[in-house]
């Protein structure tokens, strides 16, 4: 195996990594994953990385969803079906709306370290390490739990093995048939509170669907799906390890993923996941805030894709819902000037995060709309291309999220509030919000 040690430059400050406490056994394991076969091929990157770049061009519109922090117990036959299902329906309604390709990606098959503000967490007196996600630690409030474990880098190998396992069973095994989708939005269309309003919408779909079977197009297309995975490149140790040359163009590849992410709070210029990021050939992004200035980006892309490649660079922007008008325009505008090939894409969630009367964490329905709207009214206005969202979604009737059509208040978080981390969109908000961005995009 190519020895990778000189590719990346470890010398670099690296924002967010664990205080394992026992470093040589941090670097058994390292060993281990070295060896370990990749869990996606570059060959499949590359395939994505021409998606993106046609979604750049304005001609397919990118999809990415699922939990904000993966976990080792939910990695069940069922939660991995209904997030694929949920993300299907979503996809089958967007690409409707907006009669251009939708490119599915899942937050999933590897999403399992979370960056943290505080280092450690209080709770009555008692001061522990944060949870850093299942790659870490455990969420229990304990010593023991909270302590970082290299083992659970093997764990998140191995459940990220498994879940993709599904994931390519479920897309290519007759599950994802466009005309099952549909089913699948009828039933919800019944069964859902919000349904009745978007009868007519799920009609025609149907018809459209109805007048492709009668024209003999039966298309191989439909029947399957390619549905890649992504999660935050942020434990250094593990994406290095999982970093491969391709034998096919001699060139690095990560393997964790189809597309990784570097978040708002790891991405600075010179420290060591950009420089991870810039080294490796997949399609990557970068979370980019309220506070981004146009300087930062031009020095992101110029780092990132300095040679221009198309479908390389996604930015994913998470400014709120009331910040996005004032920030984002600025930013599109700068990259325009430079001729930059960049993805844009819409993260409704993390700018819309507050602490409810009850101590739960959530974010409300209206605003996580609120600033797609504006995302897309920044790109309408400035003539550019709203490229995708980002959604942190599960497919379950979890209530974590307030509003939207079941009206979930406040009070009701406690009810079934399961997220590992940041609220999630359950399944009828995330079909929820499917339709009324379709609707949007039918209306352009
Ligand atoms: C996330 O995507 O869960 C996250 C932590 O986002 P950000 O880096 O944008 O804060
Ligand atoms: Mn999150």
């Not at 590719?7 to 967010?16: E, V």
């Not at 023991?144 to 599904?166: G, I, K, Q, W």
């Not at 799906?225 to 935050?232: C, G, I, R, T, W």
């Not at 009367?357 to 959530?362: A, L």
Request: proline share 5%; charged share 25%.
């Amino acid at each position: 195996m190519a020895d990778l040690s000189s590719l990346f430059d470890n010398a670099r400050p690296a924002a967010q990594q664990p205080n394992w406490p026992d470093r040589e056994h941090l670097q058994r394991i390292v060993e281990q994953l070295r060896k370990m076969p990749p869990l996606v091929f570059a060959g499949e990157a590359d395939a994505l990385k021409e998606k993106i770049a046609a979604a750049q061009e304005g001609k397919a519109f990118w999809l990415q969803g699922g939990d904000c922090a993966e976990t080792f117990e939910a990695a069940t036959a069922d939660s991995i079906r209904n997030r694929i299902k949920t993300i299907l329906q979503m996809a089958a309604v967007l690409q409707y709306g907006a009669s251009m390709p939708v490119i599915k990606v899942g937050r999933m098959a590897g999403q399992f370290a979370k960056p943290r503000s505080n280092d450690s967490e209080i709770r009555d007196g008692v001061t522990l390490p944060a949870y850093r996600g299942d790659a870490v630690n455990d969420l229990a409030f304990t010593a023991e739990a909270r302590r970082p474990d290299p083992e659970r880098l093997l764990r998140v190998y191995h459940t990220s093995s498994a879940t993709l396992n599904l994931v390519r069973a479920f897309t290519h095994g007759g599950f994802a048939d466009l005309r099952k989708v549909h089913e699948w939005n009828k039933g919800f269309i019944r069964d859902s509170k919000i349904g009745p309003q978007y009868e007519a919408m799920a009609k025609e779909i149907g018809r459209a669907l109805d007048f492709m079977k009668s024209a003999g197009i039966e298309h191989e297309a439909i029947k399957t799906v390619d549905f890649y995975s992504s999660h935050e490149a942020l434990i250094l140790e593990y994406e290095r390890a999982l970093t491969r040359i391709d034998s096919r163009s001699d060139l690095p590849y990560a393997v964790s993923a189809h597309f990784l992410w570097i978040g708002e709070r790891t991405r600075q210029l010179d420290g060591a996941h950009i420089d991870f990021a810039s080294k490796v050939k997949n399609p990557v992004g970068v979370k980019i805030g309220p506070k981004a200035t146009g300087d930062e980006v031009e020095a992101l892309i110029n780092r990132l894709n300095p040679d221009n490649e198309p479908g390389r660079l996604t930015f994913i922007t998470r400014m709120g819902a009331s910040g996005i008008g004032e920030a984002l325009p600025a930013l599109i505008k700068r990259v325009e000037k430079m001729g930059a090939k960049v993805l844009w894409v819409s993260d409704p969630m993390h700018g819309n995060t507050y602490e409810a009367p009850s101590g739960f964490k959530t974010r409300n329905f209206d605003d996580v709309i609120k600033e797609v709207q504006g995302f897309f009214k920044v790109h309408r206005d400035l003539g550019t291309h709203p490229g995708g969202i980002h959604i942190e979604l599960t497919g379950d009737d979890v209530t974590e999220c307030v509003g939207g059509g079941e009206k979930i208040s406040h009070e009701d978080l406690s009810t079934k509030y399961e997220s590992a981390c940041d609220p999630r969109l359950n399944h009828t908000q995330s079909l929820e919000m499917a339709f009324l961005i379709s609707q949007q995009l039918t209306e352009r």
